[in-house]
């Protein structure tokens, strides 16, 4: 599992130095910080970690070199320890102390003093604590389990060398080539961050936004949650693919001699090739290395492909593959696949039946996941093919062949793809004028070839009418479609935006199930800033690595999953696109006014680099209210009455927002802290936009955040006093399952009620349909069994029943995942000469306003504190860590019908003018700005006693 060297001292020393040492495993060598002027001992206190993927074998060594460290000449070799770890390997745990050789191997007078401990792979030796394993936070380093050969680049079993391939670089001074204070990546730095909690896979959303709100309970949990990897995380992290040929049988053909081909994205490793024989046995190991975010791992297709044989006149014909994706594997047990068989097909001839079976073994190791040792069984169960066939739990061994139909209807909210200089100049040469954009669809599913509709030359509205058709087994091995709205160049395709579908949000393989299904929705796509730009800093961000800073365009899709009855129905292996009827007006949701206001109480904390220059704060909501780069008015024709009706909505809906504030220069007492002079009177913003209203989805997901919070208030508390050692915990537990209960049962009734209401309304999906179904069932369960478990709560037992009260609160989070988005998310930026600085960004349901309070969002009609931060890659890391802006602010959003209450939750004193009197009526406009008259002063009292230590 891993070797750790913890460095303690070295010395004496002759004479006075700078002193860096070395420790060196299986080729990996990792340098300590420097210690300047050094006379005696030189106190490392280090400690170095090697995470090993074979067990350590009884004539390996560490090494441990002494340098006098010189920022001129090289550096100087003071002493050499090595060791043969064969005695660490029995015992697992060993404290040294020894003397060091020079360079003719003869005894100096300079001890080292270090501490190794060992935890083998099968858990044999080894059984400290967790804790004592730390792992690099950062980046850019890669984390590689070692394996015997991963020091070579390749070998005969296709193990790829550490780091991809690359030895740890040492600059021409002796040490890290990422300089002197960057310490070895499993040096001192590698305790940082490594208690952050990683909550449990559920599956992405794009709901799963990074929150900067503040006005929530924050428990101090002094329990080390289990590292499990979020699905919905961005930040790249390392990751490691290790897969195991065993052997193949039963495979179709003559005359052969087969290789197998492993695959995973576009990196290709063979095995040998095995001659003359239809059952070959290899038994060879291959490792891939990844260091990307796990959204776009688990995308990553792995392909296994026999092969007849690599001679030049049969290289690449190939008797079968197999195909799954890298999540599908981590949502195995243990993240593995083990001695399972898998069942290769002839992706040419889908209904040839079997071309054979390849027996294998697939793990993927994670940032601090454990390797379990599999259990045994015995030979004749392993060689039982179909009861050890390599697919995911509860899927049949017979797979049915099935049409998956993703229609795309049309797009709008397009941003600019060309800058105005380039089209000036076209526009010059060919009297031409049009969108400066040409954009067409393109959607990636289960590694085949990617299909796209056509491109619709010039237009901000495009309309496709299309719908391109995937044909796979069903249930499938890959799970997500990648869906990208691209424009066409004739250089370079540029991504416009990226959404991804997860068919396991979007089904239900119970008893009462269905079958993938989604829309006809909008689905919201986000990503970099709608200025153009020929280097766009936040490229990745279009391409869904990273959270959107903007949102970027909507687009109409559907999809529907069809089983082929048919023997030749669904043959085709090829991605079909064809054109489909278009949609009519009403088919995606009936259209309403919705009404945001929003008021800026206080702007602190802001960044002194911006404190001279003068700011301004600007709120929005898709392309309503961004008044750098928002809306592009459309040049293309649209005929009838439709398209200029929309014009008309966007030019009155311009001329009645005022969304973004006045600007003004940060005023500062000290120059080191700058706020925003919001004194008596406070800056007020407020939009109108036109959306589908899809209320009923962020309805429903609002309730269920009531329960679940409440739900996990309650259990802190328990947790709480169980640390405390308070008397009576468990009488607070039947009081959280009695909360449980109702809030359940409240939801079920208010979700019967809306089904009721608003059962035939338009827009209203086949998906709206079986979730309300799916919600009603699974939630009324929950709601049964915590009122049933409230009667058994008793002392002795009330541990258990709160593991099972947190298993119906996580039940309930996965429950509250919607697939199918409605209105935008909100942003607000901060700008600084018409130049986008800092930003925040949260979910429309957050301050959505409902008549029913259960409903409404947490931070609806409340004022609440927002941080702003950095976009994209400079959000990041340590230098995205400086707050750029502290924001208190009261918002609001609903229909415009509802906005007599909009002004209801605002700090009273304000000045009752005629306009704020009279804004809650349809036709008014909103106040510009808020005067209070009462003034309070406040006095901050801070007692320093004293002070020791300082530098």
């Given at each position: 599992m891993a070797l750790l060297l913890h460095l303690i001292c070295v010395g004496p020393f002759r004479g006075r130095g700078d002193r860096v040492a070395k420790v060196t495993f299986r080729g990996v060598s990792h340098y300590t910080k420097i210690l300047e002027g050094v006379e005696e001992d030189a106190y490392f206190d280090e400690t170095f970690?090697?995470?090993?993927?074979?067990?350590?074998?009884?004539?390996?060594?560490?090494?441990?070199?002494?340098?006098?460290?010189?920022?001129?000449?090289?550096?100087?070799?003071?002493?050499?320890?090595?060791?043969?770890?064969?005695?660490?390997?029995?015992?697992?745990?060993?404290?040294?102390?020894?003397?060091?050789?020079?360079?003719?191997?003869?005894?100096?007078?300079?001890?080292?003093?270090?501490?190794?401990?060992?935890?083998?792979?099968?858990?044999?030796?080894?059984?400290?604590?967790?804790?004592?394993?730390?792992?690099?936070?950062?980046?850019?380093?890669?984390?590689?389990?070692?394996?015997?050969?991963?020091?070579?680049?390749?070998?005969?079993?296709?193990?790829?060398?550490?780091?991809?391939?690359k030895k740890g670089s040492v600059s021409k001074h002796g040490r890290s080539s990422r300089g002197v204070d960057s310490v070895s990546q499993y040096g001192s730095r590698m305790s940082l961050g490594s208690t952050d909690e990683v909550h449990i896979r559920e599956g992405g959303s794009q709901d799963n936004v990074s929150m900067t709100s503040v006005n929530q309970n924050v428990t101090n949990k002094k329990s080390k949650p289990t590292p499990v990897i979020e699905t919905g995380s961005q930040?790249?992290?390392?990751?490691?693919?290790?897969?195991?040929?065993?052997?193949?049988?039963?495979?179709?053909?003559?005359?052969?001699?087969?290789?197998?081909?492993?695959?995973?994205g576009?990196?290709?490793?063979?095995?040998?090739?095995?001659?003359?024989?239809?059952?070959?046995?290899?038994?060879?190991?291959?490792?891939?290395?990844?260091?990307?975010?796990?959204?776009?791992?688990?995308?990553?297709?792995?392909?296994?492909?026999?092969l007849h044989s690599r001679n030049l006149l049969r290289s690449g014909t190939m008797v079968g593959s197999f195909k799954l994706d890298v999540g599908t594997v981590y949502d195995a047990p243990d993240h593995m696949f083990y001695h399972k068989w898998a069942l290769l097909t002839d992706p040419e001839d889908v209904t040839g039946g079997p071309k054979g079976y390849l027996k294998c073994d697939i793990a993927v190791v994670g940032k601090g996941d454990s390797i379990k040792t599999p259990p045994k069984s015995s030979e004749d169960d392993e060689d039982d093919i179909e009861a050890n066939l390599l697919l995911p739990e509860g899927v049949p061994a017979e797979r049915q062949r099935a049409k998956f139909i993703l229609k795309v209807f049309r797009a709008d909210g397009l941003p600019k793809m060309s800058t105005g200089l380039m089209a000036n100049v076209k526009k010059a040469f060919t009297s031409e004028t049009r969108d400066l954009v040409d954009p067409f669809v393109q959607v990636e599913f289960a590694g085949q070839r990617e299909g796209r509709t056509s491109v619709e030359k010039g237009s901000y509205q495009p309309e496709w009418n299309e719908q391109i058709v995937f044909c796979e087994m069903f249930p499938p091995l890959c799970r997500r479609f990648k869906i990208q709205l691209r424009d066409h160049d004739s250089v370079n395709n540029e991504v416009i935006g990226t959404h991804f579908l997860d068919l396991n949000m979007i089904s239900d393989d119970g008893d009462k199930g269905f079958l993938p299904t989604f829309g006809p929705t909008f689905i919201n796509l986000y990503g970099s800033t709608r200025d153009y730009s020929l280097m766009d800093e936040h490229q990745?961000?279009?391409?869904?690595?990273?959270?959107?800073?903007?949102?970027?365009?909507?687009?109409?899709i559907q999809l529907k999953c069809e089983m082929c009855t048919d023997e030749t129905e669904g043959v085709s292996n090829e991605v079909q696109v064809e054109s489909c009827s278009a949609l009519s007006d009403t088919a995606a949701g009936r259209i309403d006014e919705f009404f945001l206001f929003g008021s800026f109480l206080e702007a602190t904390m802001i960044d002194r680099k911006i404190g001279d220059k003068p700011i301004t704060f600007e709120l929005s909501i898709g392309n309503y209210g961004n008044n750098v780069d928002g809306q592009n008015a459309s040049t293309a024709p649209k005929g009838g009455e439709g398209g200029d009706s929309s014009e008309e909505e966007d030019e009155e809906d311009g001329s009645s927002a005022n969304s973004v504030t006045p600007a003004m220069k940060p005023v500062t007492n000290d120059r080191y802290y700058y706020h925003m002079p919001y004194y008596e009177e406070k800056p007020c913003v407020y939009i109108k936009s036109r959306w589908e209203d899809h209320r009923r989805r962020l309805y429903n997901q609002n309730m269920l955040v009531k329960v679940i919070e409440k739900g996990e208030e309650g259990m802190n508390d328990v947790t709480e006093m169980i640390t405390m050692e308070r008397p009576h915990p468990e009488r607070r537990?039947?009081?959280?399952?009695?909360?449980?209960?109702?809030?359940?049962?409240?939801?079920?009734?208010?979700?019967?009620?809306?089904?009721g209401k608003d059962g035939n309304s338009a827009g209203r999906t086949k998906l709206d349909k079986e979730r309300a179904r799916t919600l009603l069932r699974e939630v009324e369960i929950i709601g049964k069994e915590a009122k049933k478990m409230k009667a058994t709560v008793r002392a002795s037992t009330y541990k258990e029943k709160l593991k099972q009260t947190a298993q119906f609160v996580n039940k309930l989070r996965v429950l509250n995942i919607e697939p199918q988005d409605s209105l935008p998310d909100i942003f607000i930026w901060m700008l600084s000469n018409n130049k986008r600085i800092a930003y925040t960004r949260f979910p429309s349901r957050d301050i959505l306003y409902s008549i029913v309070a259960e409903e409404t969002g947490t931070n609806c009609g409340?004022?609440?504190?927002?941080?702003?931060?950095?976009?994209?890659?400079?959000g990041t890391g340590p230098s995205g860590w400086t707050i750029q802006a502290k924001l208190q602010l009261y918002l609001w959003l609903g229909l415009n019908k509802h906005k007599k209450d909009f002004l209801g939750g605002l700090p009273k004193g304000y000045e009752q003018t005629k306009a704020i009197q009279s804004a809650g009526r349809l036709q008014s406009v909103p106040p510009v700005t808020l005067k209070y008259e009462e003034r309070q002063v406040f006095q901050l009292r801070a007692h320093m006693y004293q002070a020791r230590s300082l530098v």
């Amino acid at each position: 599992m891993a070797l750790l060297l913890h460095l303690i001292c070295v010395g004496p020393f002759r004479g006075r130095g700078d002193r860096v040492a070395k420790v060196t495993f299986r080729g990996v060598s990792h340098y300590t910080k420097i210690l300047e002027g050094v006379e005696e001992d030189a106190y490392f206190d280090e400690t170095f970690e090697w995470p090993v993927a074979s067990p350590i074998e009884g004539n390996e060594h560490v090494e441990v070199q002494v340098y006098n460290y010189s920022k001129v000449f090289s550096n100087r070799l003071i002493g050499t320890f090595r060791m043969v770890l064969q005695k660490l390997i029995q015992e697992g745990q060993l404290s040294i102390t020894e003397t060091l050789l020079d360079a003719n191997n003869t005894v100096i007078n300079t001890e080292v003093d270090l501490e190794l401990k060992y935890q083998a792979p099968d858990g044999s030796v080894g059984n400290w604590m967790r804790e004592e394993f730390h792992f690099p936070q950062e980046d850019d380093d890669t984390v590689s389990l070692l394996s015997r050969d991963s020091r070579y680049s390749t070998s005969s079993k296709g193990v790829k060398g550490i780091f991809g391939g690359k030895k740890g670089s040492v600059s021409k001074h002796g040490r890290s080539s990422r300089g002197v204070d960057s310490v070895s990546q499993y040096g001192s730095r590698m305790s940082l961050g490594s208690t952050d909690e990683v909550h449990i896979r559920e599956g992405g959303s794009q709901d799963n936004v990074s929150m900067t709100s503040v006005n929530q309970n924050v428990t101090n949990k002094k329990s080390k949650p289990t590292p499990v990897i979020e699905t919905g995380s961005q930040k790249a992290q390392d990751f490691q693919i290790c897969i195991t040929i065993i052997e193949a049988r039963q495979l179709a053909g003559l005359n052969m001699d087969p290789v197998v081909c492993v695959q995973i994205g576009e990196e290709r490793k063979f095995t040998s090739q095995k001659e003359s024989t239809n059952c070959p046995y290899y038994n060879e190991y291959f490792v891939f290395d990844f260091h990307m975010s796990p959204d776009m791992l688990f995308d990553k297709i792995i392909t296994l492909s026999v092969l007849h044989s690599r001679n030049l006149l049969r290289s690449g014909t190939m008797v079968g593959s197999f195909k799954l994706d890298v999540g599908t594997v981590y949502d195995a047990p243990d993240h593995m696949f083990y001695h399972k068989w898998a069942l290769l097909t002839d992706p040419e001839d889908v209904t040839g039946g079997p071309k054979g079976y390849l027996k294998c073994d697939i793990a993927v190791v994670g940032k601090g996941d454990s390797i379990k040792t599999p259990p045994k069984s015995s030979e004749d169960d392993e060689d039982d093919i179909e009861a050890n066939l390599l697919l995911p739990e509860g899927v049949p061994a017979e797979r049915q062949r099935a049409k998956f139909i993703l229609k795309v209807f049309r797009a709008d909210g397009l941003p600019k793809m060309s800058t105005g200089l380039m089209a000036n100049v076209k526009k010059a040469f060919t009297s031409e004028t049009r969108d400066l954009v040409d954009p067409f669809v393109q959607v990636e599913f289960a590694g085949q070839r990617e299909g796209r509709t056509s491109v619709e030359k010039g237009s901000y509205q495009p309309e496709w009418n299309e719908q391109i058709v995937f044909c796979e087994m069903f249930p499938p091995l890959c799970r997500r479609f990648k869906i990208q709205l691209r424009d066409h160049d004739s250089v370079n395709n540029e991504v416009i935006g990226t959404h991804f579908l997860d068919l396991n949000m979007i089904s239900d393989d119970g008893d009462k199930g269905f079958l993938p299904t989604f829309g006809p929705t909008f689905i919201n796509l986000y990503g970099s800033t709608r200025d153009y730009s020929l280097m766009d800093e936040h490229q990745a961000l279009n391409e869904g690595v990273g959270e959107g800073v903007a949102f970027r365009a909507r687009l109409l899709i559907q999809l529907k999953c069809e089983m082929c009855t048919d023997e030749t129905e669904g043959v085709s292996n090829e991605v079909q696109v064809e054109s489909c009827s278009a949609l009519s007006d009403t088919a995606a949701g009936r259209i309403d006014e919705f009404f945001l206001f929003g008021s800026f109480l206080e702007a602190t904390m802001i960044d002194r680099k911006i404190g001279d220059k003068p700011i301004t704060f600007e709120l929005s909501i898709g392309n309503y209210g961004n008044n750098v780069d928002g809306q592009n008015a459309s040049t293309a024709p649209k005929g009838g009455e439709g398209g200029d009706s929309s014009e008309e909505e966007d030019e009155e809906d311009g001329s009645s927002a005022n969304s973004v504030t006045p600007a003004m220069k940060p005023v500062t007492n000290d120059r080191y802290y700058y706020h925003m002079p919001y004194y008596e009177e406070k800056p007020c913003v407020y939009i109108k936009s036109r959306w589908e209203d899809h209320r009923r989805r962020l309805y429903n997901q609002n309730m269920l955040v009531k329960v679940i919070e409440k739900g996990e208030e309650g259990m802190n508390d328990v947790t709480e006093m169980i640390t405390m050692e308070r008397p009576h915990p468990e009488r607070r537990l039947r009081g959280v399952l009695e909360e449980l209960s109702v809030g359940c049962n409240r939801f079920c009734s208010l979700l019967q009620k809306a089904s009721g209401k608003d059962g035939n309304s338009a827009g209203r999906t086949k998906l709206d349909k079986e979730r309300a179904r799916t919600l009603l069932r699974e939630v009324e369960i929950i709601g049964k069994e915590a009122k049933k478990m409230k009667a058994t709560v008793r002392a002795s037992t009330y541990k258990e029943k709160l593991k099972q009260t947190a298993q119906f609160v996580n039940k309930l989070r996965v429950l509250n995942i919607e697939p199918q988005d409605s209105l935008p998310d909100i942003f607000i930026w901060m700008l600084s000469n018409n130049k986008r600085i800092a930003y925040t960004r949260f979910p429309s349901r957050d301050i959505l306003y409902s008549i029913v309070a259960e409903e409404t969002g947490t931070n609806c009609g409340k004022v609440q504190t927002l941080f702003l931060k950095l976009p994209g890659k400079r959000g990041t890391g340590p230098s995205g860590w400086t707050i750029q802006a502290k924001l208190q602010l009261y918002l609001w959003l609903g229909l415009n019908k509802h906005k007599k209450d909009f002004l209801g939750g605002l700090p009273k004193g304000y000045e009752q003018t005629k306009a704020i009197q009279s804004a809650g009526r349809l036709q008014s406009v909103p106040p510009v700005t808020l005067k209070y008259e009462e003034r309070q002063v406040f006095q901050l009292r801070a007692h320093m006693y004293q002070a020791r230590s300082l530098v």
